[in-house]
């Protein structure tokens, strides 16, 4: 019979959607306890610097306060902090670390 009520023909864009994923920094803060050489080690451990890269880093957060790990997807931070977290007590150490979104 004649063709009769809404169309069915819908028209879809195809979209190349190469989506960039949200990027979060890993922090680490100075305290006045958490021994120079521990900080140095979870630095080598869980974030794949030598010990030259550790070092700068190390004495960055003693000096300023506060310091730059690396950048990941939400999910890694969030495992580095924990790890650094669970690591630090562990160790009877009071060593922050904390994530923030790019
Ligand atoms: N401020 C600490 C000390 O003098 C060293 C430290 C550096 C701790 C970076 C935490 C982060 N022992």
């Known amino acids: 019979g004649t ?3 809404p169309s069915t023909s819908v028209i879809t864009k195809v979209k190349p959607k190469t ?14 306890y958490t021994p120079m050489e521990f900080v140095v080690h979870v630095l080598e451990k869980f974030f794949n610097k030598d010990v030259e890269a550790a070092t700068k ?4 957060v003693h ?7 690396g950048v990941f997807t939400y999910e890694i931070a969030e495992t580095k902090v924990t790890q ?3 690591f630090a007590r562990k160790h009877q ?10």
């Not at 880093?57 to 960055?60: G, N, R, S, V």
């Not at 000096?63 to 790990?69: Q, T, W």
């Not at 150490?93 to 790019?102: A, D, I, N, S, Y």
């Open 57 to 60: 880093i190390m004495l960055h």
């Open 3 to 5: 063709p009769s009520g």
């Open 93 to 102: 150490h009071p060593l922050q670390c904390v994530m923030e979104k790019k």
């Open 63 to 69: 000096h300023h306060g506060i310091g730059e790990c």
């Open 19 to 32: 989506k960039r994923p949200n990027l979060y920094r890993v922090l680490i803060l100075n305290d006045d």
């Open 84 to 86: 650094v977290m669970d």
